[in-house]
């Protein structure tokens, strides 16, 4: 059971370049979310998805695009990145109701667009 | 939105000293409020949660507290070690009634226990 896996861990992107973060969890987890990590900012919602197939946007969702083919994946794109996405991302899971154990995180990627 | 506030921002203790960290909450629909902590480097990971049918939770060292008349909520740590250095974000959100589940954090608080 290896939880919530993502990858890369560390990138360096340029300017205008695009890139998919990938998110897969093995715990049957309906519920999967896309967050971003900024210095003293707490985590904001970019995405999340309900369910295979079922996405919705957070509180900042521009310049972002996902989906959700399997239960199990949850990959995040960045379309021609700028610098305002380096960044701290996590993607994290949970069971429906939430009524167990909280969010799940997973390690974390660090992105840098230069 | 849900909209939660949370200070002090920064946080020195002594070790063996006890910290407190509030947040405040702006929907009253919320009903599901977890602390977690985020060493450096790491990723967050839960330590305690509250339901708004109950105003306090204790674990071992750890207590959160709820008031939902004024819609703010507070971890409490006694004791403090070293270890419990790290980052806290408390956070708000609806359970059930085909809630999405969504957290909303607050900006966290560096806690830094001074040996």
């Known amino acids: 059971n290896a939880g919530v896996t993502q990858t890369p861990k560390f990138r360096i992107l340029k300017i205008g370049q695009s890139m998919t973060l990938q998110c897969a969890q093995d715990?049957?987890?309906?519920?999967m979310y896309w967050y971003r990590q900024d210095p003293g900012m707490g985590l904001k919602l970019i995405y999340y998805?309900?369910?295979?197939?079922?996405?919705d946007k957070g509180e900042v969702p521009n310049g972002y695009n996902v989906s959700r083919s399997t239960t199990e994946d949850f990959p995040l794109r960045l379309e021609l990145a700028a610098p305002s996405q380096t960044s701290v991302y996590f993607c994290?899971?949970?069971?429906?109701?939430?009524?167990?154990?909280?969010?799940?995180f997973g390690s974390g990627t660090r992105l840098t667009v230069v | 939105g849900e909209n939660v506030e949370q200070h002090p921002s920064t946080l020195s203790v002594q070790e063996g000293d006890s910290a407190v960290i509030k947040c405040t909450y702006s929907d009253s629909a919320s009903n599901y409020f977890p602390w977690y902590k985020q060493e450096l480097g790491k990723r967050p990971q839960l330590i305690i949660d509250i339901r708004s049918n109950v105003g306090e939770k204790k674990d071992q060292r750890i207590a959160v507290t709820l008031n939902k008349t004024a819609k703010h909520f507070s971890l409490h740590i006694t004791e403090t070690q070293p270890e419990d250095s790290a980052v806290y974000f408390c956070?708000?959100?609806?359970?059930?009634?085909?809630?999405?589940?969504?957290?909303?954090f607050g900006k966290g608080t560096l806690l830094t226990v001074n040996p």
């Open positions: 998805s309900v369910g295979a197939g079922i996405t």
């Open positions: 994290a899971s949970s069971y429906t109701s939430g009524a167990r154990n909280g969010y799940t």
């Open positions: 956070a708000a959100s609806m359970l059930g009634g085909g809630s999405n589940y969504k957290l909303t």
């Open positions: 715990m049957n987890h309906n519920y």
